[in-house]
C-alpha cells in the first residue's frame, strides 16, 4: 500500500530564518507530488506541483520554493520566513496515467504546522 | 472571486441530516470531490462524483450535482459527533494536470 509522510510536524521559526519541509511517498511510482498551504480560516492555496524529478511548476509567486531530488520526495524550502509564511503546509501525491481513466484523487499527508515568529 | 464557494460554517444537532452545499464555476469540471479534514491532520477523500451523475450515494453520504446550476451538494444522514470536521468541495477538469481546485472549507459542528 502506498503511504506518504511529511516531517516536520510541528515547526517554530523566527522570521529570517530557512525553512526546509519534507516530504516522502511510498509504495508507489511517478507519482505527482504537490505542496498546499493552509493558512487559518482560509482554503487550500496551491503552491509547487511536480510530474517528475527536476520537474516544479509554481502556482504563486513567493519566497517559497520546492525541489524534486528523487521520484518520491518532494522539498518545501525558503532561504528567510516572513511572517506571512505562518500556515499549514500538506503534502500530496497522485497518479496520472496518461490515456486511462484517472480519478484525481489526491492523498495527503498529514501536515506541518509552521509558527513563524 | 473564487471558482469553489462553500459556506463556512454549519452546525446541527447529533442525529439530525447535514447538509453542506457548493457551488463552482467552470462547467467543464469533470470530476467533483468532498473531502474531509479533521483537526490537525491532512484530508482524505470521502467521495466523488463525475460530471455525467446526478446522484451518488455510500452509506450516510448522499453527494447530488446539479449541473445546470453548477452546484454540488454533500449530505450526512445521521450525523454523529465524530463528523465534525472540515469539509471541502473541489473540481478538477479531465485532460489536464488534474490539479483540484478547492473551496475554501465548511466546518461541520456536531452538538450532542
Known amino acids: 500500500s502506498q503511504t506518504i509522510h511529511q516531517w516536520p510536524a510541528t515547526l517554530v521559526q523566527p522570521v529570517g530564518s530557512p525553512l526546509s519541509l519534507e516530504c516522502t511517498v511510498e509504495?508507489?511510482?511517478?507519482?505527482?507530488l504537490y505542496w498546499y498551504r493552509q493558512a487559518a480560516g482560509r482554503g487550500l492555496q496551491l503552491l509547487f506541483y511536480?510530474?517528475?524529478?527536476?520537474?516544479i511548476s509554481s502556482e504563486v509567486p513567493q519566497n517559497l520554493s520546492a525541489s524534486r531530488p528523487q521520484d518520491r520526495q518532494f522539498i518545501l524550502s525558503s532561504k528567510k520566513l516572513l511572517l506571512s509564511d505562518s500556515g499549514f503546509y500538506l503534502c500530496?501525491?497522485?497518479?496520472?496515467?496518461?490515456?486511462?481513466?484517472?480519478?484525481?484523487?489526491?492523498?495527503f499527508g498529514e501536515g506541518s504546522r509552521l509558527t513563524v515568529l | 472571486g473564487e471558482d469553489v464557494e462553500q459556506s463556512l460554517f454549519l452546525s446541527v444537532r447529533e442525529g439530525d441530516s447535514s447538509v453542506i452545499n457548493c457551488t463552482y464555476t467552470d462547467s467543464s469540471s469533470t470530476y467533483l470531490y468532498w473531502y474531509k479534514q479533521e483537526p490537525g491532520a491532512g484530508l482524505q477523500l470521502l467521495t466523488y462524483?463525475?460530471?455525467?451523475?446526478d446522484m451518488k450515494q455510500d452509506q450516510r453520504l448522499t453527494v447530488l450535482l446539479n449541473k445546470k446550476d453548477k452546484h454540488l451538494s454533500l449530505r450526512i444522514a445521521d450525523t454523529q459527533t465524530g463528523d465534525s470536521a472540515i469539509y471541502f468541495c473541489a473540481e478538477s477538469i479531465r485532460g489536464g494536470s488534474y490539479i483540484p481546485t478547492f473551496g475554501r472549507g465548511t466546518s461541520l459542528i456536531v452538538h450532542p
Open positions: 462524483i463525475f460530471s455525467n451523475m
Open positions: 509504495g508507489t511510482s511517478n507519482p505527482n
Open positions: 500530496a501525491w497522485t497518479y496520472f496515467n496518461p490515456g486511462r481513466a484517472n480519478t484525481g484523487e489526491l492523498f
Open positions: 511536480s510530474v517528475g524529478i527536476g520537474q
